[in-house]
C-alpha cells in the first residue's frame, strides 16, 4: 500500500492533545467513547457500545481471512496534572499520565487508514476500545462481550508508550508484563484517649511495623527476576487526641515470576500473623489470590512485527529481554488468540522527563507517523 503515513501527524496529535484535555477515569470514560464512537462513524464503521463505557468496532471483509485485534485503553488515572502545557487536563483529579490519550489517537487514525485502504487488506480487523486498564475489570468486560469472537480472533495486538529510551519500538520473546495483585489491609485495634493510652491498642503503631516488614521484603526475598511490594495508600484515626482503632491500607503485590507472587503471598499472611500478636490487633487482609497473569509474547508475532519494524526504526527496533513490573488485564485476551505486546519509545528531554503516573508526565510527539505505519 502506498500510504503517506506522515500527512496523519497532525491528526493523530490534535487527537491526543484532545483527549489529553479532557481526561476520564475508569468507568466514567462517557464523552471519550462518544467521541470514538462519532470519529468511527464518521470514517465509516458500525460501531457497537460496551456497557458500561467500552465500544468496538468491526471491518469485515471475509470470515474466512484471518481477524486481527487492537486494543487501546481509554481511561485515565487519578492524578492532578502539573505539565503546565496548554493542552493540560481540564478535568479537575484526572489526568492521562499514562499515554492512553496517544493509544487512542493512534487507533483512531489507524482505523481511517484502514478503513480508505479495505480493497488493499488480507485479513479483518477489529478495534477494541477498553474502558478501565487502569483499576482493572475493562478487558474482562470486552472478553464477555465477545470481542475475540465474532468472528473468532487470529492474533491481539496491544502497544504502550515509554519515555526513557530514544524514539523507537522494542519488544521481547515470551514474558512481557509481570503476575499483579492488589492488597487490601483493615487493622483494628481498640480506641481510648491518649490520658489512658493504657486502654487502648494503637492500630497506627501496627500498621506502621506492617510496612516496614512489607518493605523489608523487597530486600530480603531473594529472586532471578524482579518483584515488589508495597503500601500505596493509607487511612486511620479519627482525631489527635484518640489512639488510631482502625487503618486502612492499599497497596500491590507484583512479580515476573508467578511462583514469587504465591511464595510473597504466604510470606505477607505470616507477617500479618506476627504483628496481630505482637501488638494485640486484629488484620483482615485481602490479597489477589489468582493474579492478573503476566503477558506471553507469541514468537511468530514477534518475528514480524521486528522484521516490519526494522525497516522503519533501523537500529532502533529493538528486540530486548528486560522483566518489566508493569501488568495488564490484557492478558486475558491473549487467552483467545496469540499476542503481541509492543512498547514505543519517545524520549523527551531530561530535566522534564517523568514517568507514568506521574503528575508531569509529557510525551515526545514527533514521530506518532512512524507508529502507525509499524502497526
Known amino acids: 500500500m502506498n500510504i503517506n503515513y506522515k500527512s496523519y501527524q497532525d491528526e493523530i496529535v490534535a487527537l491526543r492533545r484532545h483527549f489529553h484535555m479532557y481526561p476520564e477515569t475508569a468507568f466514567n470514560e462517557i464523552k471519550t467513547t462518544e467521541f470514538i464512537k462519532n470519529y468511527l462513524e464518521k470514517t465509516g464503521y458500525s460501531v457497537e457500545n460496551v456497557k458500561p463505557t467500552g465500544c468496538t468496532a468491526l471491518l469485515l471483509k471475509n470470515e474466512k481471512l484471518p481477524t486481527v485485534i487492537l486494543r487501546a485503553e481509554m481511561d485515565a488515572v487519578p492524578v492532578t496534572e502539573d505539565t503546565g502545557?496548554?493542552?493540560?487536563?481540564k478535568n479537575k483529579g484526572a489526568m492521562h499520565a499514562c499515554g492512553h490519550d496517544a493509544n487512542m489517537a493512534v487507533a483512531l487514525v489507524l482505523s481511517k487508514i484502514i478503513f480508505n485502504t479495505k480493497e488493499e487488506l488480507n485479513c479483518n480487523v477489529r478495534f477494541v476500545f477498553e474502558p478501565a486498564e487502569e483499576a482493572g475489570g475493562g478487558a474482562e468486560i470486552m472478553v464477555k462481550a465477545g470481542v475475540l469472537?465474532?468472528?473468532?480472533?487470529?492474533a491481539f495486538i496491544?502497544?504502550?508508550?515509554?519515555?526513557?529510551?530514544?524514539?523507537g519500538m522494542e519488544v521481547q520473546y515470551g514474558s512481557a508484563s509481570a503476575a499483579i495483585g492488589k492488597m487490601e489491609v483493615t487493622i483494628k485495634g481498640k480506641s481510648a484517649h491518649w490520658c489512658n493510652s493504657d486502654k487502648g491498642t494503637d492500630a497506627i503503631v501496627a500498621s506502621s511495623e506492617f510496612i516496614l516488614k512489607l518493605n523489608e521484603l523487597n530486600s530480603t526475598y531473594t529472586s532471578d527476576l524482579p518483584f515488589i511490594t508495597g503500601i500505596g495508600t493509607i487511612n486511620g484515626g479519627s482525631a489527635k487526641n484518640v489512639i488510631a482503632s482502625d487503618v486502612y491500607m492499599e497497596g500491590t503485590l507484583r512479580a515476573a515470576k508467578p511462583e514469587d507472587y504465591h511464595k510473597l503471598y504466604n510470606i505477607i499472611f505470616d507477617i500479618a500473623s506476627q504483628i496481630e500478636?505482637?501488638?494485640?490487633?486484629?488484620?483482615?487482609?485481602?490479597?489477589?489470590?489468582?493474579p492478573i497473569p503476566p503477558i506471553i509474547n507469541d514468537k511468530y508475532l514477534v518475528d514480524t512485527v521486528l522484521e516490519c519494524g526494522s525497516k522503519i526504526w533501523d537500529k532502533n527496533c529493538r528486540l530486548v529481554d528486560k522483566h518489566f513490573l508493569s501488568g495488564d488485564s490484557a492478558a486475558y485476551y491473549f487467552d483467545y488468540a496469540k499476542g503481541l505486546f509492543i512498547v514505543f519509545t519517545a524520549e523527551i528531554e531530561k530535566e522534564t522527563n517523568y514517568p507514568i503516573h506521574n503528575g508531569k508526565f509529557n510525551m515526545n510527539e514527533s514521530r506518532y507517523y512512524d507508529i502507525i505505519k509499524t502497526l
Open 85 to 89: 502545557l496548554e493542552f493540560s487536563s
Open 149 to 154: 469472537e465474532r468472528p473468532k480472533a487470529d
Open 158 to 167: 496491544m502497544f504502550h508508550f515509554v519515555n526513557d529510551a530514544p524514539y
Open 277 to 290: 500478636e505482637k501488638y494485640n490487633v486484629k488484620i483482615e487482609m485481602d490479597i489477589t489470590k489468582e
